[in-house]
């Protein structure tokens, strides 16, 4: 056996969080490595065919590929080594190393090591029965995703008259291709009362394209035997429970879900990262270092974000300060952030390291409810430190806040709060 | 009419429904008339049972209430026109299958015929994998008896076919002290059956092993050869071994009706031609009862009980060593089956199935009434699940006779009919011996037409497609070394490799059905449920099966993943013309 091979920061996953994250940290002198299961970088960008990426980072519309070989090409100019098409079988910390026992063709099972892991997944959708629809199981259901790797990928349509349930981007991007491609797409069915996708998403894939958006309505039962044939439609109440007696039948042949997104985190599970319930992430201090030492987390890992432009920024963050843990960690000091579900979906970070020298901390946070006229102030003791007034703040909306640091003290009698206030 | 025909028909009028007429046909008891529900359809038939009759034929007919005509497939040739064979076995499930294996040993021809695209398309790939200790059975009865023989039988079963199982234990709890004075009438019937490893265990013991029950337990039952197991995998395997020793298998292939001179069968009708058998084994699970018809020999009437049953995440697994079920009154003395928790061979948590009757045979629907009543019952023992470790759901139908018990036996009025009908739970755990007994009966006949003797070359043996992710790296480097594909992971959940799904596709009974891939290395069973390695096992299979992916079905017989190309396609394939 050859010696196993120790870089500085190993990270998992070549999407957009992945790619950023090593180019940070490459940029700040690490030694890195990239590891991607799929046989290509770009993560789900790769079938995102629709433009509008980018205007943040690049000030430019991009497609999902462009936006893609952007990062890629800033990853090979620096060299950055790529291992694709390799499996992460397992992870052990020993002595401040981290060894990961990995699986490729050309290799077989195989061990390196790093000092410091940045873990960039993304996230899985949900399916049919993580909202438990029912009926039978016939073959055109399909997440939306899915059905965008079959159009965009492989040129091949899922159906010919589809519903959707969910108003999550994808579904509504899908509503539109699917419209473009020659399937007829019925109707957006929505349990929510409210769209759970962007704002400019509705207009431009649903609006345009004369495709109903059914709020407060989902499927019921799935009918068919082979293909689907119907779905039942119900109208919800206001704890998305159906209401009896308004069911109706829609014919179609299939069923396209764009029913939330769910952070892969099998491996921060594996080495015992503590989760948070509401963002289905890591816990991570301003560092986006979760509660292991050495193990940073970012993109749609973390969280599940509404921009590609964000999923980078936070990479970058997290390759940066992998970097820097890798040559010098330091004993941190963790202060949680006050928050409460009752005005937001989830905040992170969850917590301040008040003995890191990162003193800039950004604070994504979304509201559970669609509000209008609401400040939402973060505070330290009763000293305010930062405030934001939103005319209207909606749920797929991450809104981000950013402190300055260095002035605050934070301590345990002295916790940052963020609150929602009217006004 | 008899005097006791008398009696039951009053009885089920006055009690039932006084639209129901009762017959006596050879030694059973028929039912006819039009009744209000299914359910009054089958409490009669319950009624009628066990009361000095051999079967129950429940002819009764619910008022416009439509029953779909059996699933089939969707086209004719003449593959099988004119074919003769010694042996015809009606039916790809775990009996089918392992009764072909049974009879390869010997020199004769066998054929099974399979409706679906695929074996252990029904109640095999639709059951909690459990191997029963054989405590439910009344004693004495066919099924008490093949249960705890089949149990014994399944170490070198497994062994053989190299399908893994767990000899994980079962242990059912109680929440109150009544029960203790069960136990000595579960110990008699224990003995009786002849399970020979149980014994009661103290809330402490019982928490020793299950450390994550429920603080209300107060005790359990620890039954020690409970043992689990893919039952898709076994059938499959048996399947593939008795190929391997010369018996045919024939896919999409629905018996349509049946030939008969003087009481002997003379040929048996399919969409694929009509076959030539000497002997004709009925092993057609929910439809056996419709087989038994076509040859005229119908004394039973299947009834079919649904239940639904929900799988969890692999990463509660852990939580729970064994198989879990909770005893009440109704399951110490009925036949009804409350399910329980288990921990499946891939370390799923399977709960349920659940128990009802309804009239379809064919219907796996699942609703949501069922499903949240599992959770509800059954998450209370183990407190530590979670609506959200659900991955999914599923419904399996159980062939159930009116008289609960299996039918194995050669038929009293055909003499080159053999049953094995009537397999509901404990049928998984019971096949190994119902195989067996099947072959020792089909011997019988078959020696009165002709001499017969066991191959020299006979292979019990049959190896499975390699399963990576259990292996130490070392053996999985070997694999990989062999077989690169074996090193890149498509199903990112249940950790398969391209090469294990390749082996899936190119198997002894080639698979190029979405869920039948599934069935045979998990690809898509994990939590994701093939969201990411869908479109790649399709194009698997595009490539290795030279299968065009529009015609690539979930589950064969017109469930096509895809309806056609999109127009930018179909556009780009214009211009390069």
């Known amino acids: ?423 | 009419m008899s005097k006791q025909l008398k009696k039951i028909e009053a009885e089920l009028r006055k009690n039932i429904s006084n639209s129901i007429e009762c017959r006596e046909w050879r030694n059973s008891i028929v039912l006819e008339g039009k009744v209000e529900s299914w359910d009054t359809v089958t409490a009669a038939g319950k009624k009628a049972a066990n009361r000095g009759y051999k079967g129950v034929v429940n002819k009764l007919t619910v008022k416009g209430l439509e029953i779909p005509q059996i699933n089939s497939p969707s086209f004719t040739d003449t593959t099988l026109q004119g074919k003769k064979v010694d042996v015809l076995v009606i039916g790809g499930g775990i009996i089918g299958c392992s009764i072909a294996r049974e009879l390869s040993k010997w020199d004769i021809s066998v054929l099974l015929v399979e409706k679906e695209e695929d074996l252990a398309m029904h109640a095999s790939s639709r059951n909690d994998g459990m191997i029963h200790p054989g405590i439910e059975p009344k004693p004495g009865s066919k099924k008490a008896y093949f249960n705890i023989k089949g149990n014994e039988m399944y170490t070198k079963i497994a062994q053989e076919l190299d399908v893994p199982m767990r000899r994980s234990g079962s242990l059912v709890v109680y929440d109150s002290y009544w029960v203790k004075f069960i136990y000595p009438y579960l110990k008699i019937r224990g003995n009786k059956n002849g399970i020979k490893d149980f014994r009661l265990l103290s809330r402490a013991e019982a928490k020793a092993r299950e450390q994550w029950i429920s603080d209300s337990v107060s005790g359990g039952i620890l039954f020690n050869t409970t043992a689990v197991l893919s039952p898709y995998k076994l059938t499959i395997a048996y399947a593939e071994n008795a190929m391997m020793n010369g018996a045919e298998i024939s896919l999409n292939t629905i018996v349509l009706g049946m030939k008969k001179h003087k009481n002997d069968i003379t040929s048996v009708l399919t969409n694929r031609g009509e076959i030539f058998p000497r002997i004709v084994i009925n092993a057609a699970g929910v439809y056996s009862d419709k087989i038994a018809e076509m040859a005229e020999d119908n004394f039973f009437t299947i009834h079919p009980r649904k239940g639904q049953v929900l799988l969890l995440d692999k990463k509660k697994g852990s939580m729970l060593t064994s198989v879990i079920g909770k005893l009440s009154i109704t399951n110490v003395k009925g036949t009804t089956k409350g399910g329980g928790i288990v921990r499946t061979i891939e370390d799923n948590i399977l709960v349920g199935p659940d128990s009802y009757e309804q009239p379809y045979r064919e219907d796996y629907s699942t609703s949501r009434e069922n499903i949240e009543n599992l959770m509800k019952k059954h998450f209370e023992i183990l407190p530590i699940l979670k609506p959200s470790d659900v991955i999914t759901y599923f419904a399996g139908i159980r062939a159930a006779t009116y008289e609960e018990d299996f039918i194995i036996e050669a038929s009293e009025y055909v003499p080159n009919l053999i049953h094995a009908a009537g397999i509901q739970s404990p049928g998984l755990a019971s096949a190994p011996a119902i195989a067996e007994e099947i072959e020792r009966l089909t011997c019988k006949v078959l020696s009165q037409y002709k001499q017969i003797n066991k191959k020299q070359s006979w292979n019990p043996i049959r190896k499975g497609i390699p399963e990576l992710h259990k292996m130490t790296p070392e053996e999985r480097n070997k694999y990989i070394k062999q077989r690169p594909d074996y090193g890149v992971i498509v199903c990112r959940c249940e950790e398969i490799s391209k090469g294990e799904i390749i082996d899936a596709i190119k198997s002894p009974i080639p698979c190029v059905t979405i869920d039948g891939i599934k069935r045979r290395v998990r690809a898509g069973l994990g939590r994701c449920q093939g969201g990411f390695c869908l479109p790649n096992v399709v194009k698997l299979i595009q490539n290795e099966a030279g299968i065009k992916a529009i015609e690539i079905t979930k589950k064969g017989n017109a469930s096509n993943l895809l309806t056609g190309e999109t127009k930018t396609d179909s556009i780009a394939k214009e211009v390069k013309k």
């Not at chain 1, 055109?140 to 999550?168: D, H, R, W």
């Not at chain 1, 004369?210 to 704890?239: F, Q, W």
């Not at chain 1, 986006?288 to 980078?312: I, K, P, Q, R, W």
Request: hydrophobic share 40%; net charge neutral.
């Open chain 1, 1 to 423: 056996m050859s010696e196993i091979k120790t870089y500085d920061v190993i990270v998992l996953g070549a999407g957009p969080a992945g790619l950023a994250a090593g180019y940070a940290a490459k940029q700040a002198g690490a030694d890195v490595l990239i590891v991607e299961r799929e046989d290509r970088a770009g993560g789900i960008l790769k079938q995102c065919i629709h433009d509008g990426f980018g205007i943040i980072r690049f000030k430019q519309k991009l497609t999902g590929p462009e936006y893609a070989e952007r990062y890629i090409k800033m990853v090979n100019e620096l060299s950055i080594p790529m291992l694709m098409s390799t499996f992460v079988l397992g992870i052990q910390k020993n002595n401040e190393l981290f060894e990961l026992q990995l699986v490729n063709k050309k290799n077989g099972v195989f061990a390196l090591r790093a000092r410091a892991l940045v873990l960039a997944n993304g996230c899985r959708e949900r399916t049919s029965k993580q909202v438990f629809i029912h009926g039978s199981r016939p073959a055109g259901i399909y997440t939306a995703g899915t059905a965008q790797y079959f159009v965009n990928i492989m040129g091949m349509l899922p159906c010919k008259e589809c519903v959707i349930l969910g108003s999550g981007d994808i579904g509504l991007i899908m509503a539109r291709r699917l419209t473009l491609e020659g399937s007829k797409v019925l109707g957006v069915y929505e349990a929510k009362s409210t769209p759970s996708g962007l704002a400019r998403n509705i207009v431009q894939c649903l609006e345009d394209y004369n495709i109903p958006l059914y709020l407060s309505h989902t499927i019921t039962r799935i009918i068919g035997s082979g293909r689907v044939e119907a779905v039942e439609i119900s109208k919800v109440d206001e704890s998305m429970k159906p209401i009896s007696g308004t069911e109706q039948v829609v014919k179609c042949d299939g069923v396209i879900l764009s029913v939330g997104l769910v952070p892969e985190n099998e491996i921060a599970e594996s080495l015992d990262i503590k989760l948070d319930p509401n963002t289905k992430g890591p816990l991570v201090d301003q560092n986006f270092m979760t509660t292991m030492e050495g193990v940073f987390s970012c993109g749609n890992a973390l969280h599940v974000n509404d921009l590609v432009d964000y999923v980078s920024e936070s990479g970058e963050l997290a390759g940066l300060q992998a970097s820097r843990y890798a040559r010098n960690s330091h004993n941190r000091n963790l202060i949680e952030i006050k928050s409460n579900n009752r005005d937001f979906l989830y905040v992170v970070p969850q917590y301040i390291d008040t003995s890191s020298d990162n003193k800039s901390a950004v604070i994504y946070y979304r509201s559970r409810d669609v509000k209008q006229n609401v400040k939402v102030i973060i505070r330290c003791g009763y000293n305010i430190v930062y405030q934001n007034k939103h005319s209207v703040i909606r749920p797929p909306e991450m809104e981000k806040a950013e402190l300055d640091l260095s002035n605050i003290s934070i301590n345990q009698d002295c916790k940052l709060e963020i609150i929602m206030t009217e006004g």
